[in-house]
Nanobody, 116 residues
Framework: QVQLVESGGGLVQPGGSLRLSCAAS????????MAWYRQAPGKQRELVAHITRGGTTNYAASVKGRFTISRDNAKNTVYLQMNSLRPEDTAVYYC??????????WGQGTQVTVSS
């Protein structure tokens, strides 16, 4: 079974930046769409960014212009570059590999805390 390993989370001041990474244990990223989700305490999980096999991206309105999702198929890794971070960005961020028929793969989550 494919394992997703996330890294890059942590504590950052408002206005700062973080780069999240999600690496798969097997070569699968070239054939699936991928996404980043987040869930803040007491709130529902929400889609943050999405990227198709062809590289088309989509973002939640709250992060447009600040976050960038990208993929490196050779490294089986998807990234989320987060700039101009705000306290409301504080959440656990989850990597997702879309598999509509077989069932999605999910990372374990990485905590992002934006605070002064």
């Amino acid at each position: 079974q494919v394992q997703l390993v996330e890294s890059g989370g942590g504590l950052v001041q408002p206005g700062g930046s973080l780069r999240l990474s999600c690496a798969a244990s097997r070569s699968i990223f070239s054939i699936y769409a991928m996404a980043w989700y987040r869930q803040a305490p007491g709130k529902q999980r929400e889609l943050v960014a999405h990227i198709t096999r062809g590289g088309t991206t989509n973002y939640a309105a709250s992060v447009k212009g600040r976050f960038t999702i990208s993929r490196d198929n050779a490294k089986n890794t998807v990234y989320l570059q987060m700039n101009s971070l705000r306290p409301e960005d504080t959440a656990v961020y989850y990597c997702n590999v879309e598999r509509p028929i077989q069932g999605d793969y999910w990372g374990q989550g990485t905590q992002v805390t934006v605070s002064s």
